[in-house]
């Protein structure tokens, strides 16, 4: 089966792998979404304005399709939501006025104009060396052990 993405790499492992492979891959994806993780948090500022939760409060991951995939950042709608201030620091902002709603109610605000983080592509970037060494390691130890 050629694999061309994401989403077929996910159903080729879940149905023609065996078993001690896809454990194996299991177990590296953890860690692979608990390193991107870790660099996440510590490129997310604190603002040292806000008393309350801050954006890196919010941020986990999430596994998905049997622990082969998973969802980094801020996975839930209530942790988006808790953590809304994540897509300003992530993905930059204009400046200017910005409205939202949050339980039901609408809400201005002004926010001054910052430039993109890309923390979770910066995390990613950063891991990807690693986390491909550790996926083709867990092939190999594996395949070794005689699938």
């Not at 604190?46 to 409060?57: S, V």
């Amino acid at each position: 089966m050629p694999v061309t993405g994401t989403k077929e790499l996910v159903a080729a492992l879940q149905h023609g792998i065996p078993s001690r492979i896809r454990e194996n891959v299991e177990e590296v994806l953890h860690k692979a979404a608990q390193l991107v993780l870790v660099d996440m948090e510590a490129l997310t500022p604190i603002d040292g304005d806000n008393p309350g939760p801050h954006a890196r409060d919010g941020l986990t991951i999430l596994a998905g399709d049997g622990g082969l995939s998973y969802d980094i950042g801020l996975p839930t709608r209530d942790l988006a939501e808790d953590h809304f201030w994540f897509r300003f620091l992530d993905g930059g902002t204009k400046g200017g006025e910005v409205s939202y709603r949050r339980n039901g109610k609408r809400f201005t605000m002004r926010v001054p104009k910052r430039p993109a983080l890309r923390i979770l592509e910066r995390a990613m970037d950063g891991n990807r060396d690693e986390i491909e060494r550790l996926i083709v390691q867990a092939i190999r130890e594996a395949l070794r052990e005689g699938v």
